[in-house]
């Protein structure tokens, strides 16, 4: 009996111990600064209004843009068009493109119209040192996913899938580069 009191009696003295060398390590040193927070930006990033969604035959002209700049290179890829809402309004692949890339090509252009940014965002900020970035239900943490902006407006998004993520963006710019182009001319 003596030996488990004792024993209770250490781990009570050792317990006492440690969460008051605990409470001693959270408290800030004398004359220690607290960290600055970020400035807080005046401006709304990426408020993008949103348009009148891209309709079928744009978004074919789009994703064949994509898949001859896929082709060019020889990669296989899938590509998707969605509207604002991330709703796919067109999808093709080059045959024997990894079967995953599919649904990543969905996920990374509604993702890029849903949040109004490219998927490269997310990726810079997961690569950054910011990888709760990736709790948002939605976040694409991969270039390939770009928001398609016409006159100012967003009509959809692209993405590319099954290549690296650079080449994805590749394929994916030149399609994104069309609306550009349009809005332009």
Not at 28 to 43: I, L, M
Not at 49 to 72: C, F, R, V, W
Request: proline share 6%; with cysteine; charged share 15%.
């Amino acid at each position: 009996m003596r030996s488990i009191s004792g024993v209770l009696a250490g781990l009570s003295l050792a317990i006492a111990m440690t969460s008051g060398a605990f409470a001693q390590q959270q408290q800030p040193s004398a004359g220690a600064t607290a960290p600055v927070p970020a400035p807080v930006p005046e401006q709304m990033p990426f408020d993008i209004p949103y348009g009148t969604p891209i309709n079928l035959e744009h978004a074919k002209q789009l994703a064949d843009a994509a898949m001859a700049e896929a082709k060019k290179h020889s990669w296989k890829m899938a590509i998707s068009v969605v509207d604002p809402a991330g709703n796919l309004v067109f999808f093709q692949k080059i045959d024997g493109t990894q079967i995953a890339s599919v649904q990543i090509s969905q996920d990374k252009a509604r993702a890029a119209a849903q949040f109004r940014r490219a998927t490269k965002v997310f990726q810079d900020a997961i690569d950054g040192g910011h990888p709760y970035i990736l709790s948002l239900h939605g976040v694409v943490g991969s270039e390939g996913g770009i928001p398609l902006v016409e006159g100012g407006q967003l009509i959809g998004g692209i993405g590319c899938s099954g290549g690296t993520s650079a080449q994805d963006g590749v394929a994916c710019k030149a399609g994104a580069d069309l609306v550009t182009a349009a809005a332009t001319r």
